[in-house]
């Protein structure tokens, strides 16, 4: 039985019907609440970092607090959108004073984009509210707990990108 469920568990391989193991069942139903909470989230945290920031766009804040100086091209490609909707983004988040341009001093052709103080400043602030968030709720559990969770998620997503 399942905590306070009425319904037994179900068996491991068990189909329900469907033609596909509950497990994966289980899975797909908890990391469709997982996104639909995080897109929820992201679009909270980019209104912390700027009212008119795009929820959209805090990714390539997290892409760039990460990974450091990117072109543009590099950046779509990372991301997996057009160069359009990159230019696009990337507009918005320079006229919100939160990232610039410089010349690429390996190719003067190109741009490199880059946070600025003010918008790695703002980044940070939310992102350290964000990880206390996650230390609070989940405070009870144990380290290893939180460490296998990491670790599984890094399998799932290196899957993922493969």
């Keep these: 039985m399942r905590g306070n469920d009425s319904e037994p568990e179900p068996e491991p391989g068990a189909t329900g019907g469907s033609g596909v193991d509950h497990e994966f069942l289980a899975l797909e139903r908890e990391l469709a609440v997982f996104l639909r909470r995080a897109r929820a989230t992201s679009g909270d945290m980019a209104r912390e970092v700027h009212p008119e920031l795009e929820p959209a766009a805090y990714g390539l804040l997290v892409r760039l607090e990460a990974a450091g100086r990117q072109r543009a ?8 959108v057009g160069k359009a909707t990159m230019s696009r983004q990337l507009r918005s988040l320079e006229n919100l004073g939160l990232v610039a341009r410089e010349p690429d001093p390996a190719d003067g052709r190109a741009w490199l984009v880059h946070l600025t103080d003010d918008g790695l400043a703002r980044f940070r602030s939310v992102r350290d509210a964000r990880r206390g968030r996650y230390v609070r709720k989940l405070a009870d559990w144990d380290r290893a707990e939180v460490a296998e969770l990491a670790r599984l998620l890094h399998q799932l997503n290196a899957r993922a990108e493969s």
């Excluded at 091209?73 to 997996?80: I, K, N, V, W």
């Design 73 to 80: 091209t590099e950046l779509a490609a990372y991301f997996g």
